[in-house]
């Protein structure tokens, strides 16, 4: 299923198309507690490129309606992945620029680091999902700033499912007795800092012991 992007190499694959690059026009915040609703605004330019980037590289998705859910809560110039490949579970509304950068680090670094360093294909990869209506949790900010997932632009991974049947989780493998285990995790959480702007790992803080989070901020900070 895989052999084409495992004989490509780990290092030598280059990241999708950066069209999604930019930031989208936001509306002022409504209240929290207000009820969603549906914002009559133009797709960016930015936006349309990510859709053709998709596109490109043969993945099946779908337009998500821009929505205000008050609070600072908006989903905007989002997708709904639908087949890239490799089923990824758990994902709702994402911002298509964190799409776009997730298929590349599922497509070129995940599978085949799973390949080179565990021996197996992966067949799933697991997430605590996407989008959710909250503040940021365990940082310095903690409570006062919203999260990435706030806007659609973070995911959490915690786990991938090997084709030989093992489940390779971020909270047992992180720190596990297989050497192989955690040089996978760490080579993919190396490859996601090059590919998203925040990578935050078990490494960070307790709060992210049980995943990675991935967000396409433009922050250029990885732990």
């Not at 409504?30 to 605004?41: C, D, E, F, Q």
């Not at 390949?115 to 997430?127: A, D, H, K, M, N």
């Not at 919203?146 to 971020?170: K, Y």
């Not at 047992?172 to 080579?187: K, N, Y």
Request: with cysteine; proline share 6%.
């Amino acid at each position: 299923m895989w052999r084409r992007v495992l004989a490509s190499g780990l290092l030598t694959v280059p990241l999708l198309l950066a069209g999604c690059g930019g930031r989208e026009h936001r509306p002022p915040p409504r209240p929290a507690g207000s009820k969603p609703v549906t914002l009559n605004i133009p797709t960016s330019r930015e936006t349309r490129a990510c859709y053709a980037d998709l596109s490109r590289a043969a993945v099946r998705y779908s337009p998500m309606p821009d929505r205000d859910y008050g609070g600072g809560c908006q989903i905007i110039g989002s997708v709904q992945l639908i087949d890239i490949g490799l089923p990824i579970t758990n994902l709702k509304a994402m911002r298509c620029g964190l799409a776009d950068a997730l298929v590349g680090w599922a497509r070129h670094a995940v599978v085949p680091a799973a390949y080179q360093i565990l021996g197996s294909e992966v067949v799933r990869i697991e997430s605590f999902g996407t989008y959710a209506c909250r503040a940021v949790i365990g940082g310095p900010e903690s409570g006062r700033r919203l999260s990435g997932h706030a806007i659609a632009n973070a995911v959490d991974i915690s786990g991938f499912v090997l084709q030989d049947g093992r489940r390779i989780s971020v909270l047992q493998g992180w720190q596990s007795g297989d050497p192989a285990v955690r040089e996978f995790l760490r080579v993919i959480r190396a490859s996601a800092c090059k590919r998203f702007g925040t990578v935050l790992s078990p490494d960070y803080n307790a709060a992210h012991a049980n995943h990675l989070h991935l967000e396409d901020d433009h922050a250029h900070f990885c732990r």
